[in-house]
């Protein structure tokens, strides 16, 4: 290669690049008049096309699980579709596959896109299923959209559905814990700036405004297996008796939560249309019912706190009626001389009014309303009813002895239960908790009731209401195999416009286990059974037994009835010893 050609080939390079230099530039001008000028109106069209919106990033709302973190309310991500009006309406040609993906008459899709022509915004469905949400995507409308959302799904169906209520359309609690917790479990949306295309697709997140805020996750008392135990049982013998209706709840006496609540009819709270107002109610708190004999415990220890009256006190029924005033109280047969005890046991009407008679008007309500009858449980739940205790300064003679054994007052199934919650303890009636509640913060709020039956009282009485479950009494179908159950049944007239129907009762047990050392107290109420069986021992107290019969074993509460034979307490610790 030769050295002499250099300069003449360095200016030639140079003229090159200047050339190459000013070609560029006059390109970049050229492009620059063009999109400036020429192509204006077409480039600000585009950049109209994708645009810049704030949108709302829903959050979801707080899980509900039962004591032990089993979920009862879940909120699942699903999409809803919207369209703008707008848009939508010049797509005539797409409504019909529109319409069908969407699963809606093209009519009401035509009807709605009038309706709100001039808006720029309409759900065509919400909560729509993945595959719905992808076949409507899929057909890519203009103005067709989806926006995230959550739906509330129940995983125990009706088993929990009193308890745990339900949603609206806008995730808003309307029943139930959903409401009762509303504030905590509530999510509040964040919203993002994004960039929507022409569709109203977004194409890009450009930055958070706000942080979405999810609800708080809240753990109810509620045990999930004892819960499901209480409504098969109760389901069962509701459709076995005919019955109208039925509640069951079940109650830690030492912290007072509700370990399970049950009603019958319930309702699936997934799939609520054509749903009658009535299933909706859960019975147990809001329903109230005069409760009979169940009461009778209550009189006996109000008795026994007068230091008048011992279980052994003997009591005339003769002739098993009692005339007060102009009534006359009648026993279902004539017990003659028998003690208190024996008033409990065989549920004597005359020897309750004689024991209440005995005692001033104020004593009697002051030990009724001592374990919380006449108000409200504390439970905080929507709709409780108080039940009905008025008070003694209106009391006759006939109204003491009345409410001596149930009638003239009334109560709901839980407040019955929490009654008898404070009858296994210490007489203190503890506010009822549907959410966990530890035993240390159960005594502080326990420390804030006066008891009026001392625990001298209240164990002669449960004393005698082993007897109701025991050979003789009335409620021998309540027993549980290798534990002490103490109970009492109830079979009630039901008062209708014009006095106490015939044929038309409420079977009810209560009690509580075991014994020895009481852990559960349970209410079962039956109302109306239309089988030959109405009797409170024949109907409620079997759903009592098998179900406690279970809590008992679940929660591996140890046995206070091992019988002494070494082979039977064997086959008991099997768990071949089921109960009767
Ligand atoms: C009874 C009542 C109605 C209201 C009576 C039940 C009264 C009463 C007016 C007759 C059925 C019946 C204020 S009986 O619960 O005594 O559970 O196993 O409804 O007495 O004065 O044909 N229970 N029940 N009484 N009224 N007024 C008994 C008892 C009870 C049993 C049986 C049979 C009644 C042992 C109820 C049970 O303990």
């Known amino acids: 290669m030769s050295e002499q050609g250099k300069p003449s080939s360095y200016r030639g390079r140079r003229l090159l690049v200047l050339g190459v230099l000013a070609l560029a530039a006059g390109g970049l001008a050229a492009r620059a008049v063009d999109l400036q000028v020429l192509d204006k109106d077409f480039l600000q069209g585009q950049g109209d096309a994708r645009f810049l919106r704030v949108v709302s990033e829903p959050a979801h709302r707080g899980m509900i699980t039962d004591r032990f973190g089993e979920p009862l309310a879940i909120s699942t991500p699903v999409d809803s579709v919207w369209a703008n009006p707008q848009v939508l309406i010049l797509e005539r040609d797409s409504w019909t596959k529109l319409a069908k993906a969407l699963r809606i008459k093209r009519a009401d899709l035509e009807r709605l896109l009038v309706a709100r022509q001039h808006k720029e915004f309409v759900y065509l469905k919400r909560r729509v299923n993945p595959d719905m949400a992808q076949r409507v ?41 959903e ?9 509040v949306p964040g919203a993002k700036r994004v960039i929507k295309d022409r569709l109203g697709r977004i194409v890009e997140s450009v930055e958070r405004v706000r942080e979405p805020q999810p609800g708080e996750d809240m753990a109810l008392s509620i045990d999930l297996r004892l819960q499901y135990l209480a409504y098969r049982e109760l389901k069962a013998a509701v459709r076995r008796n005919r019955a109208d209706a039925g509640s069951a709840v079940i109650l830690d006496v030492h912290t ?34 005069e409760p009979g004999s169940t009461i009778k415990p209550f009189t006996v220890a109000a008795a026994l706190e007068t230091g008048r ?54 004593h009697l309500w002051k030990a009724f309303a001592s374990v919380g ?21 209106s009391w006759r003679d006939i109204q003491r002895a009345t409410i001596s054994y149930g009638y003239g007052m009334s109560t709901t199934t839980l407040q019955l239960a929490r009654a008898y919650a404070a009858l296994a303890t210490d007489g203190r009636p503890l506010p009822v908790s549907f959410l966990r509640r530890s035993r240390s913060e159960a005594a502080e709020l326990a420390a804030l009731y006066e008891p009026a039956l001392s625990a001298d009282s209240l164990h002669a009485v449960r004393d005698m209401m082993e007897r109701v479950v025991a050979k003789g ?28 129907v015939e044929d038309s009762y409420i079977a009810v ?16 109420m ?35 009835d091992l019988p002494s034979m070494p082979g039977q307490r064997l086959a008991l610790l099997r768990g071949d010893g089921g109960a009767h």
């Open 373 to 393: 009858l006449g108000e409200s449980t504390g439970s905080g739940f929507p709709g409780e009813s108080g039940g009905l205790l008025t008070d003694y300064g």
């Open 256 to 289: 007072g939560e509700v370990l399970a609540m049950v009603n019958q009819p319930a309702y699936n709270p997934n799939n609520r249309d054509k749903l009658k107002r009535s299933r909706l109610r859960n019975r147990a708190v809001t329903d109230v019912f």
């Open 179 to 187: 409401l009762a917790l509303e504030e905590r479990l509530r999510s």
């Open 309 to 362: 009256f011992r279980p052994q006190t003997l009591v005339d029924t003769t002739p098993g009626y009692l005339r007060v005033g102009r009534k006359t109280i009648r026993d279902f047969r004539n017990y003659g001389l028998i003690d208190v005890s024996t008033v409990i046991q065989k549920s004597s009407n005359v020897g309750a009014s004689k024991l209440a008679l005995a005692q001033s008007p104020e």
């Open 137 to 177: 995507s899929a057909l890519e409308i203009p103005g067709v959209a989806m926006v995230p959302e959550y739906r509330r799904f129940y995983p125990a169906g009706e088993v929990t559905a009193h308890v745990v209520g339900f949603t609206d359309v806008d995730d808003a609690g309307q029943e139930g814990m």
């Open 526 to 560: 039956i109302d109306e059974p239309r089988g030959e069986k109405y009797y409170g021992g024949a109907v409620a107290a079997p759903v009592f037994g098998k179900v406690m019969a279970g809590a008992l074993r679940l929660l591996d509460i140890p046995p206070d």
């Open 473 to 500: 009494g009335t409620g021998t179908r309540a027993a549980v195999s290798g534990y002490r159950i103490a109970g009492k049944t109830g079979t009630v007239k039901k008062s209708g416009a014009g006095g106490y």
């Open 509 to 524: 047990f209560a009690g509580i286990a075991p014994a020895s050392e009481p852990r559960l107290a349970m209410v079962v």
